[in-house]
């Protein structure tokens, strides 16, 4: 009877997932049509796609990829070995440590913005209008990579306790705020003289921020909600960079090639 009610339970989360990933695909196809209709292929288009890919380039290491693997089984063991305390305690370290970091990283991009740009597509340089709003758009998304991150850490949380509804869903916010803003802010921006074009960086900044704390209320439901984490620097999260190392690596290797 329970190995039953545990497959049952199983088969329903399994279900709410996919369902969850299908929402997402189906509202990310919506949102790159959106894109095609209202912009086009177009040289402010690729100042976009340029100025996006450059935060997301790190997104593989501090998100979803290569940090989720080094912070799961480290939570879950905390879990084990010292209770409900000791991993919440080990989350709002990471949080502190992984949100310092990555926003130390996005003060550099927005510092570097030109020279970024230059890196990545040097021929824009030939056209000043685009070049300019390349680097604009660099500056204003580069706070994506430190919610992103903040993202990737709630939703490892959450699947660590068997959560997964909700951190499937989350990138449905992000894609919904692409959406709304190409709707909405281009007659705004249009009207004072304002490239439409920069309304894709107010719809990722502001679609990373409720990806990430769109799951925080969940987190307080569960009781692993903020606490004071103590010394930042402890064994457990020396462990979670040292499990980075392989990642680093991986990520390095990806983004040479």
Sequence with gaps: MGQSSSTKRVLFSSLKMAIATFCSRILGLVREQVLAFYFGASGFTDAFLIAYRIPNLL????????????????????????????????LWKLFILLGGVTLFISVGIIIFAPELVNLFAPTFIKDPKKYEVTVLLTRMMAPFLCFVSIAALFMGVLNSLKVFFIPSFAPVFFNISMILSMLIFPTLLIAKNINPIISLGFGVLIGGFIQAF????????????????????????????????????????????
């Excluded at 462990?239 to 040479?256: R, S």
Aim: overall charge positive.
């Design 214 to 257: 769109v799951q925080f209320p969940r987190i307080l439901k569960l009781g692993y909600g903020p606490v004071s984490p103590g010394k930042i620097i402890s064994k457990r999260t020396k462990k979670v960079v040292t499990l980075l190392g392989p990642g680093l690596v991986g990520f390095a290797a990806t983004q040479v090639n």
């Design 59 to 90: 997104r593989d290491l501090f998100a979803e990829g290569a940090f989720s693997a080094a912070f799961v089984p480290t939570f879950i063991q905390a879990q084990k070995e010292g209770g409900k305390e000791e991993a919440r305690k080990l």
